[in-house]
C-alpha cells in the first residue's frame, strides 16, 4: 500500500513500539530518527558525533542535521512507495521542509498520527524503560527537558496538520494490540 505518515506524540506515548507495528500492517518501512541518531552515536560516526550532545541533553538536533539526514533516507528505495515517519518532523522548520521534499516529487502525506497520553503516564513509561534499557537520555532531568521541549516545539505541529486536514488524533493509553488498533481503525479514511 501507498501510504506517508507521520507518527506525531510525546516522548514516552509508545511511538516506536505502534511504528514498527503499523509498519509490518501496512507494509511500509518505519524510519525514526532517534534510532537513526542513536545508531550513528553508537559507531560515531560524524553524524553521531554532531548528535550526541543535543541527544544527551534532551535537545533537539539542529534542524539542518536532521533534515539532511531525513532527506537521505527517504530518498532510498524502500521509501518510495510510502513509509512512517516516527520523530520527524518536530520543528516548524522540519514541517516545512517535508512539504518541499515530497512535493518536489509530487507527493504529498496521507495523514499525521498523534498518539496522546498524559504527563504522569509518560514519566512512569519512560523511567521503566530508563531500568530495563539504560538509554541515556532517560534520566529524569532529561525526561523532564525533553517533555518541555515537546511541547514548545512539537505539540503546536498538531495544529498546524490539523488546519491541513491530516491530524488524526489516537489515545496511546491501553494495551498494545488495542492502540494499534484504534490507530487503524482512524487512518482508514485517509489511506486511499
Ligand atoms: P523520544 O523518546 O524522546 O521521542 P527519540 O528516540 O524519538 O526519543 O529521539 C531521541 C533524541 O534524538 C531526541 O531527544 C533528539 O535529541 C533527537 N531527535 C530525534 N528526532 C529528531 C528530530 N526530528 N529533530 C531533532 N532532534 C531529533
New binding site residues.
Given amino acids: 500500500m501507498s501510504a506517508r505518515l507521520v507518527l506525531l506524540g510525546?516522548?514516552?506515548a509508545g511511538?516506536?513500539t505502534q511504528a514498527a507495528r503499523l509498519s509490518d500492517r501496512l507494509g511500509i518501512p518505519a524510519i525514526?530518527?532517534?534510532?537513526i541518531?542513536?545508531a550513528n552515536v553508537a559507531e560515531q560516526t560524524e553524524l553521531g558525533k554532531r548528535?550526541q550532545r543535543?541527544?544527551d541533553a534532551?535537545?533537539?538536533?539542529?534542524?539542518e542535521v536532521?533534515n539532511a539526514m531525513?532527506r537521505d533516507r527517504l530518498a532510498q528505495p524502500d521509501a518510495a512507495d510510502g513509509f512512517l515517519l516516527?520523530?520527524?518532523?518536530?520543528?516548524a522548520d522540519?514541517v516545512d521542509e517535508l512539504e518541499g521534499m515530497l512535493s518536489a516529487d509530487g507527493q504529498r502525506l496521507h495523514a499525521v498520527v498523534e498518539l496522546t497520553a498524559d504527563t504522569d503516564e509518560v514519566v512512569t513509561r519512560?523511567l521503566k524503560r530508563a531500568e530495563e534499557q539504560g538509554r541515556p537520555?532517560d534520566t529524569e532531568v532529561v525526561i523532564r527537558r525533553?517533555l518541555e521541549?515537546?511541547a514548545e516545539q512539537t505539540a503546536p505541529l498538531a495544529a498546524t496538520y490539523a488546519a491541513r486536514g491530516l491530524l488524526v488524533q489516537v489515545d496511546g493509553i491501553g494495551g498494545l494490540d488495542e492502540v494499534t488498533e484504534r490507530i487503524m481503525t482512524a487512518l482508514a479514511p485517509h489511506l486511499n
Fill in positions: 510525546p516522548p514516552g511511538k516506536g525514526s530518527t532517534g534510532d541518531f542513536r548528535a543535543y541527544m534532551g535537545e533537539y538536533v539542529p534542524d536532521t531525513v516516527d520523530g520527524y518532523p518536530r520543528t522540519q519512560l537520555d525533553r521541549v515537546y
